[in-house]
C-alpha cells in the first residue's frame, strides 16, 4: 500500500550502533545466523562474546528441536564459542516441555512424533510421555494398541516419521480434549549440497489435513517462545532484538512479539524476499518484513570494535 511502513534498512556503522545501544537483550537464531551446519559463522564467535563482555544478555532462540539444551551447550563449545549458558538457549524442543509442564495443565501422558531432542527436554522437565514404541511389522492402526491416557500430542521434526505414527497421532486428536502442539512450523531446511529436509510444518501440516485440527505453534513466530524468555530472564520487548534469516519465522517472530528486527544474509530468505513482502499488500507479509538487513552478523563486530 502507499502508506506501507518502513523497513528494510541496510544498516551500517553509526546506526547499527545506535541500535545495540538501545537494546540490552539480544536474541540470535542459530542456524544460518550464527553457525551453518557444523561451521561457526565468520565473526560470530567474536560478536557473541563481545555483546556478553559489554553487559548485554545473549539469547540463542532455534526452532531445531532435535538436539536437547546438553547438546546444543556441547556443540556451542566445539564450534568455540565460549561462555554460552544452558539458561541462554530456547530451542522448540524446551519451549515445548515448559509450555506442557507449565502451562497446558496436562491430565495425562504426551504422544510424541519426533526424536531425541523432544524425549529428552519433556523428560528433564518432568512431563510424562508415551515412550516411543518400537515397529511391529505388518501391523496396522486396527490393530495397534493405544494408550487412553493420552492428553496431548506433541509433533515435531522425526526422522523416523511413519504412517502408523501419523495413524496413532489421528485417533487420539479425536478426542477434542486432546491437545495438539506443534514444536515449529518451518516447512524445510537447507541441507548440505545444496539439498533440502522436510522440516517439522511438513509433519505438522499432514496431521492437520486428516485430524481438520489445527496446532498450537511453540516456536518461531509463536510469541510463546518469547514468553519463555521474559517469564524465566524478565526481558522486555522494547529493549530487545531479534536476529534471524528466516522471515516467515524470526522476523514475523520478532514483529509478534513487538522487538525490534534484523534479518541477516547467511541463511535462508533474500534480500529481494524482505523487499517484495515490503511491497505486499498482504498484512501477513507486510509483518515478516525486517526492520533492518545486514550481509552477516559480522558488520555487529565492526560496529563493537570502533
Ligand atoms: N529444525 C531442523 C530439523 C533443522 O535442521 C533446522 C536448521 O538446520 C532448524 C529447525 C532451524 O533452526 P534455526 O531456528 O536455528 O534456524
Ligand atoms: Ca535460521
New binding site residues.
Given amino acids: 500500500g502507499a502508506l506501507s511502513r518502513r523497513g528494510c534498512i541496510k544498516i551500517r556503522g553509526p546506526q547499527l550502533r545506535e541500535l545495540l545501544d538501545s537494546k540490552c537483550n539480544i536474541l540470535f537464531?542459530?542456524?544460518?545466523?550464527i553457525w551453518e551446519?557444523e561451521k561457526a559463522i565468520p565473526g560470530a564467535i567474536e560478536v557473541v562474546s563481545l555483546l556478553k563482555n559489554q553487559g548485554k544478555n545473549v539469547f540463542f532462540?532455534?526452532?531445531?528441536?532435535?538436539r536437547p539444551r546438553d547438546s546444543y551447550m556441547q556443540k556451542f563449545t566445539r564450534l568455540g564459542f565460549t561462555d554460552v549458558q544452558k539458561r541462554d538457549i530456547f530451542s522448540?524442543a524446551y519451549c515445548s516441555a515448559v509450555y506442557l509442564r507449565d502451562f497446558a495443565n496436562l491430565q495425562g501422558k504426551v504422544f510424541v512424533i519426533g526424536g531425541d531432542g523432544v524425549y529428552k527436554e519433556l523428560r528433564e522437565a518432568g512431563v510424562p510421555f508415551v515412550e516411543s514404541e518400537p515397529e511391529t511389522p505388518g501391523m496396522t492402526i486396527s490393530d495397534c494398541p493405544l494408550h487412553s491416557d493420552v492428553k496431548a500430542v506433541l509433533v515435531a521434526?522425526d526422522e523416523d516419521f511413519n504412517f502408523l505414527k501419523l495413524a496413532k497421532a489421528c485417533c487420539y486428536l479425536r478426542d477434542s480434549e486432546c491437545l495438539f502442539i506443534a514444536s515449529?512450523p518451518?516447512p524445510w531446511?537447507?541441507?548440505r549440497g545444496g539439498r533440502v529436509?522436510p522440516?517439522?510444518g511438513s509433519l505438522t501440516a499432514a496431521l492437520e489435513t486428516a485430524t481438520n485440527r489445527k496446532a498450537t505453534v511453540m516456536?518461531?513466530p509463536s510469541r510463546f517462545m518469547f514468553e519463555c524468555i521474559t517469564s524465566q530472564c524478565g526481558a522486555d520487548a522494547a529493549q530487545s532484538l531479534m536476529v534471524?534469516?528466516?522471515l516467515e519465522?524470526?522476523i514475523l517472530f520478532g514483529a509478534n512479539c513487538g522487538l525490534s528486527t534484523v534479518l541477516t544474509l547467511t541463511?535462508?530468505s533474500t534480500i529481494e524476499e524482505a523487499q517484495a513482502n515490503l511491497e505486499s499488500d498482504s498484512p501477513a507479509k507486510q509483518n515478516a518484513v525486517p526492520d533492518y538487513v545486514v550481509d552477516s552478523i559480522d558488520v555487529f563486530l565492526f560496529i563493537i570494535l570502533h
Fill in positions: 537464531d542459530c542456524d544460518g545466523v551446519g532462540v532455534t526452532n531445531n528441536c532435535t522448540s521434526y515449529d518451518d531446511h537447507p541441507v529436509t522440516g517439522s516456536g518461531k534471524g534469516d528466516r519465522t524470526d541463511g535462508v
